[in-house]
Nanobody, 116 residues
Framework: QVQLEESGGGLVQIGGSLRLSCAIS????????VAWYRQAPGMERELVAF???????KLEEHVKGRLTISGDKADNTVYLQMTNLKREDTSVYYC??????????WGLGTQVTVSS
């Protein structure tokens, strides 16, 4: 079993920065992908970025240039660095892991609120 715990969210001003963390514990050796999603009020959950166990990363077009995903295997943590935040980045941010068997685990999310 894998457990994920997000942290680092909060209230930030427009143009500000935050770094979200996804701490991974449990059977992490079989994880193939860790992804960040977000869900704004009244909206569907959407993919933001993912990183593979081999270190390949992909960011969705609408966040390229402002968000960066990275992983630290020593700390068992995947990060989402967010810069130049916009009001529309306000969401609950979730991380999700996928293992080789195909099963998925979600964290409980961390709230990011961008305000003037």
């Amino acid at each position: 079993q894998v457990q994920l715990e997000e942290s680092g969210g909060g209230l930030v001003q427009i143009g500000g920065s935050l770094r979200l963390s996804c701490a991974i514990s449990g059977r992490k050796d079989t994880i193939t992908v860790v992804a960040w999603y977000r869900q704004a009020p009244g909206m569907e959950r959407e993919l933001v970025a993912f990183i593979t166990s081999g270190g390949i990363t992909k960011l969705e077009e609408h966040v390229k240039g402002r968000l960066t995903i990275s992983g630290d295997k020593a700390d068992n943590t995947v990060y989402l660095q967010m810069t130049n935040l916009k009001r529309e980045d306000t969401s609950v941010y979730y991380c999700k892991s996928v293992r080789t068997a195909g099963d998925e685990v979600w964290g409980l999310g961390t709230q990011v609120t961008v305000s003037s």
